[in-house]
């Protein structure tokens, strides 16, 4: 009688619905989280639409949904399943990055352990941004491409508030 286990089976994500509507979820609590913090620094903030498509293959439709417009700033979250920081930071997937470049005002990384976050802007993200090949065992993916910043272009999320309120000052003096 052998003792030898099968190898273990990664289902990938993308063949996952399941999983895939589960890391949407936890990714669409996370960016409640958020919303809450910047509401209760008094910035207006509009949560997106947190819709959760069907088969994690329709998600082509769902990519130019933006995650919350704080004080008229559109602000991509992303959560980790981390405990303490990594440096370089996975900020998002290359395919991410290529559609919302240029578009995302701030982004928001989040631990879905700690609750710890921090921020970069859209700006200084594209200036410091390499890419990089890595592996998501989370999802079963073996090889993708991320877009990476070094930790120290981030800051704590108290340095966006004033930045947030002065555009939203800013926002009403001109209407």
């Known amino acids: 009688m052998s003792s030898a286990q099968p190898a273990p089976v990664t289902v990938n994500w993308l063949d996952n619905d399941k999983l895939a509507r589960e890391m949407f979820a936890k990714g669409h609590a996370f960016e409640l989280v958020v919303a809450a913090f910047f509401r209760a620094h008094g910035l207006s903030v509009t949560v997106g639409e947190q819709s959760v498509r069907d088969s994690v293959h329709d998600r082509d439709q769902y990519r130019a949904e933006i995650d919350l417009c704080v004080a008229g700033v559109s602000v991509e979250v992303k959560s980790r399943n981390v405990n303490r920081w990594f440096d370089p930071m996975n900020l998002c997937s290359l395919r991410g990055w290529a ?35 890595t592996r998501d065992p989370g999802r079963g993916i073996e090889s993708y491409k991320v877009v990476r910043v070094p930790l120290r272009h981030f800051s704590k999320p108290e340095f966006a508030i004033d930045w947030l309120k002065s555009v939203e000052r800013m926002a009403k003096q001109d209407r």
Do not use: C, F
Request: glycine share 12%.
């Open 99 to 133: 559609e919302k470049k240029g578009k995302v005002g701030v982004w928001v990384i989040v631990s879905q352990k700690t609750g710890e976050m921090l921020v970069i802007s859209g700006q200084k993200a594209m200036r410091h941004a390499t890419v990089e090949t």
